[in-house]
């Protein structure tokens, strides 16, 4: 009888431990999730190393499911004067951590060229 009160007692203190393990492990996940102003840094330079192009301006940002999700405003091509540079935003997807798992451009403008602005329900 005492062996089997020996090795109820042996299993609940492994699954004692086992459970502070797990929660051990939860707090360095969310300890490990970067936090906005480092997202938007690294953004900012990982695509800037990958694309060659300065990256200027994030124009949006947003915590996702799966990580983060910016659009980034890049000069692509500089010409003089400086409002006819060419423009592109390119909407860049990072994993929780802050490390950029894909890109792809959106959009290409002159930088002195506002949005076209829709007029109401034409």
């Known amino acids: 009888m005492s ?38 840094r690294n953004a900012r330079t990982q695509l800037a190393e ?5 990256a200027e301006n994030v124009s949006s940002f947003e915590q996702t499911e799966d990580g983060w ?12 004067p400086d409002t006819m540079s060419l423009m592109a ?3 860049v997807e990072l994993d929780p951590e802050g490390q950029l798992t894909g890109y792809r451009r959106v959009r290409r403008y002159e930088r002195g060229r506002a949005d076209a602005q829709r007029q109401g329900g034409r």
């Not at 999700?69 to 003089?80: A, M």
């Open 89 to 91: 935003s390119y909407q």
């Open 3 to 40: 062996n089997t009160n020996n090795s109820a007692k042996a299993q609940d203190s492994r699954n004692s431990r086992k459970g502070t393990e797990e929660d051990a492990e939860e707090n360095v996940a969310e300890n490990r999730r970067a936090k906005p102003m480092e997202v938007l």
């Open 50 to 54: 990958l694309t060659g192009m300065d």
């Open 69 to 80: 999700s910016l659009e980034i405003e890049v000069l692509e091509l500089s010409r003089v």
